[in-house]
């Protein structure tokens, strides 16, 4: 079957401008999730979605970036006035939903951002 | 917390012999471990898992790791290196007695090289 899909697969913005980031989880899959993968700081968790409950958004790094998850489904990542430090590949994963974490994310293609 | 450590930036290995990349974790409980492959401008792919039982855990295209508790560590081995398997490989591990829904924390990943 498909997998988690990503759009778009690159992003060149200038600084200050706003970006959305697109996931969309595999069928079936429940929870979701955004990590940010960067050269200076490896593979970061963001944010994440589980069914109708509240989102984890522990791992944003500030307010200028928020998530949301429309329909239980698709979610997009915006990040409002971006900065260069925000260039990074933004990787989605979906599992089927857990309660104890023992479910495997599978992850999409990424996003690769850079902010000129 | 819990906190991942992959202590080798790479490693080099000729086609034909074992490979071994380590991992070591730190979590308050008993930890689910993963590793995960990442080929070039592509997302993460799912090699395998531990959550419970047996120690030594087999998974995709011929990798195992084991989970070794007293020495906190899962590393992940192929009997026989091919040149195909050069890549960035990730560990992550999930403690279950944090709360906090299921994000993944991972290492900084390895570089395998194989060579002919």
């Known amino acids: 079957g498909a997998g988690v899909s990503q759009s778009p697969s690159n992003k060149v913005t200038e600084k200050g401008k706003d970006v959305e980031l697109r996931c969309d989880p595999i069928?079936?899959?429940?929870?979701l999730y955004w990590y940010r993968q960067s050269l200076g700081q490896g593979l970061e968790f963001l944010i994440y979605?589980?069914?109708?409950?509240?989102?984890?958004k522990s791992g944003l790094p500030s307010d200028r970036f928020s998530a949301e998850r429309t329909g239980g489904s698709v979610s997009t990542l915006t990040i409002q006035r971006t900065q260069q430090e925000d260039s990074a590949v933004y990787l989605c994963a979906s599992s089927l939903p857990s309660g104890g974490g023992v479910e495997t994310q599978y992850f999409g293609p990424g996003t690769r951002l850079l902010v000129l | 917390a819990q906190s991942v450590a992959q202590p080798e930036d790479q490693v080099n290995v000729a086609e034909g012999n074992p490979l071994t990349v380590k991992c070591t974790y730190s979590v308050s409980g008993n930890p689910y471990l993963f590793w995960y492959v990442q080929y070039p401008n592509r997302g993460l792919q799912f090699l395998l898992k531990?959550?419970?039982?047996?120690?030594l855990v087999k998974g995709s295209y011929g990798f195992e790791a084991e989970f070794n508790k007293s020495q906190t560590s899962f590393h992940l081995k192929k009997p026989s290196a091919l040149v195909s398997d050069s890549a960035l490989y990730f560990c992550?591990?999930?403690?279950?007695?944090?709360?906090?829904?299921?994000?993944?924390?991972f290492g900084t990943g390895t570089q395998l090289k194989v060579e002919l």
């Open positions: 979605f589980q069914g109708n409950s509240a989102p984890d």
């Open positions: 531990y959550i419970t039982g047996d120690n």
């Open positions: 992550a591990v999930r403690d279950p007695l944090t709360g906090g829904g299921n994000k993944l924390t």
């Open positions: 069928s079936g899959h429940t929870a």
